[in-house]
């Protein structure tokens, strides 16, 4: 079983829409949630964050967290075309350096 | 120069050459790593150095050397590369590990060609 699973996609979804990326963990203990970005060629840029239960708003993106269902979800309000790229979800375990990345989702956002 | 920075930006060697990829953070931060990124494969760390001890090898064959003199300055070593070993090198620092807000920050990184 992988340790952090996403849908590779793509995702498509029209301008304005919103896009719903989700992301699933086997490790109970992780603690700490990242939704990073990474456009075709270019290096991950983070995006936010995420540690308790529950939701998480910055500007459009909202980051939800279940923990008892192990899972993580990243909701981007009023999608742009901007917003296409490969979305990934990294995970950490308490007291260690170690991310778990994920294989990343390509959203596209159509115009 | 701001954030992390990685020297060169595309690199092509033969398999018995040696080359050194750089990796400099002006971000103030003391944990620095270095991660491969493989065409739809998950990125994999590589390193970690923390206060420039390294604290993670995460069992990287030895034809990749890293160094880390500084908190600010991380060092990837390569000979006898494999074509195998083309990917896209990565470059990250964080604070501090550990901490459940501690992130990481990357560079653009080093595409890396192996004939």
């Known amino acids: 079983q992988k340790e952090v699973e996403q849908n590779s996609g793509p995702l498509s979804v029209p301008e304005g829409a919103i896009a719903s990326l989700n992301c699933t963990y086997s490790?109970?203990?992780?603690?700490?949630f990242f939704w990073y970005r990474q456009y075709s060629g270019k290096s991950p840029e983070l995006i936010m964050f995420?540690?308790?239960?529950g939701d998480k708003e910055d500007g459009r993106f909202t980051a939800q967290l279940n923990k008892a269902s192990q899972y993580v979800s990243l909701l981007i309000r009023d999608s742009q075309p901007s917003d296409s790229a490969t979305y990934l979800c990294?995970?950490?375990?308490?007291?260690?350096?170690?991310?778990?990345f994920g294989t990343g989702t390509r959203l596209k956002v159509l115009a | 120069e701001t954030g992390v920075t990685q020297t060169p930006r595309h690199l092509v060697m033969g398999m018995t050459n040696k080359k050194s990829l750089k990796c400099e953070q002006h971000?103030?931060?003391?944990?620095m790593y270095w991660y491969k990124q493989s065409a739809k494969k998950p990125l994999e760390l590589m390193f970690v150095?923390?206060?420039?001890?390294?604290?993670e090898n995460n069992s990287v064959p030895s034809r990749f050397s890293p160094e880390c003199p500084n908190s600010s300055h991380l060092f990837l070593h390569l000979h006898t590369l494999q074509p195998e070993d083309s990917a896209l090198y990565l470059c990250?620092?964080?604070?501090?590990?550990?901490?459940?807000?501690?992130?990481?920050?990357f560079g653009p990184g080093t595409r890396l060609t192996v004939l």
């Open positions: 990250a620092s964080s604070q501090a590990g550990g901490a459940a807000s501690d992130t990481q920050y």
């Open positions: 490790d109970r203990g992780s603690q700490s």
């Open positions: 995420i540690y308790s239960n």
């Open positions: 990294a995970v950490t375990t308490s007291g260690t350096y170690k991310y778990i």
């Open positions: 971000l103030g931060h003391n944990a």
């Open positions: 150095y923390n206060f420039k001890e390294q604290t």
